[in-house]
């Protein structure tokens, strides 16, 4: 599985973004996968940010997110999204989508757990 992240850029903190990763690569099922965001910010370790699950119902947010970004996924178009609401500088980073097959009742939320990645975005968020 090849992913691609795209819609990174420079928002003012208070606005809204929308980060993009689409799927593509060898035989797969893409209703299969589990999806995460990470970020990793100057300096910093990688860190989760959200996933979701082979349900769209099954979603998780890192505290330090949670009430402003909303991660979502779109089977047909073998798309995930990352939309971010109120950003905040400390958002800054680069930001990262990840997948790997899972059971349904099982959505990854650890680095460890994700089997492939794509290569970034960045974001910047002006104070």
């Known amino acids: 599985v090849q992913l691609q992240a795209s819609g990174g850029g420079l928002v003012q903190a208070g606005g809204s973004l929308k980060l993009s990763c689409a799927a593509s690569?060898?035989?797969?099922?893409?209703?299969?996968?589990?999806l995460g965001w990470f970020r990793q910010a100057p300096g910093k370790e990688r860190e989760f940010v959200t996933s979701i699950g082979r349900s769209s119902s099954s979603t998780y947010y890192s505290d330090s997110v949670k009430g402003r970004f909303t991660v979502s996924r779109d089977n047909d178009k073998k798309m995930v999204y990352l939309q971010m609401e109120s950003p905040k500088p400390e958002d800054t980073a680069v930001y990262y989508c990840?997948?790997?097959?899972?059971?349904?009742?099982?959505?990854?939320?650890?680095?460890?757990?994700?089997?492939?990645w794509g290569q970034g975005t960045q974001v910047t968020v002006s104070s």
């Open positions: 990840a997948a790997r097959e899972t059971i349904i009742t099982h959505t990854p939320t650890t680095e460890d757990e994700y089997r492939y």
């Open positions: 690569g060898r035989t797969y099922t893409f209703s299969r996968l589990s």
